[in-house]
Nanobody
Framework: QVQLVESGGGLVQAGGSLRLSCAAT????????MGWFRQAPGKEREFVAS???????????LYADSVKDRFTIYRDNAKNTVYLRMNSLKPEDTAVYYC????????????????WGQGTQVTVSS
């Protein structure tokens, strides 16, 4: 059974930065796709970023347009951890952020992911 535990959320001023972490246990995840999603109050969960293995030591990232050039997803397979570096944060980035793991595919649809973390709150003040 896979467990995902997020950390690193908090309160930050607009323009600031945060780094979220997601540690996976129960399965070696180097070949699996990992994603970050977020859900703001009253809104549906939305895709933020994902990373998938494309062969050798190459991983390909995908980003939502709203975070492109501000957020970076990367992973440390030795630590079974995926990160989301968030720069130039905006109040509209305020949400609960979830990491997810897919054992068979990757992409921006939440239904592609098998396992989810409990979420970590990110609040960006104006």
């Amino acid at each position: 059974q896979v467990q995902l535990v997020e950390s690193g959320g908090g309160l930050v001023q607009a323009g600031g930065s945060l780094r979220l972490s997601c540690a996976a246990t129960g399965r070696t995840f180097s070949s699996y796709a990992m994603g970050w999603f977020r859900q703001a109050p009253g809104k549906e969960r939305e895709f933020v970023a994902s990373t998938r293995w494309t062969g050798g030591n190459v991983y390909t990232a995908l980003y939502a347009d709203s975070v492109k050039d501000r957020f970076t997803i990367y992973r440390d397979n030795a630590k079974n951890t995926v990160y989301l570096r968030m720069n130039s944060l905006k109040p509209e980035d305020t949400a609960v952020y979830y990491c997810a793991l897919s054992t068979y595919s990757s992409g921006s649809k939440a239904t592609l992911y098998d396992y989810w973390g409990q979420g970590t709150q990110v609040t960006v003040s104006s």
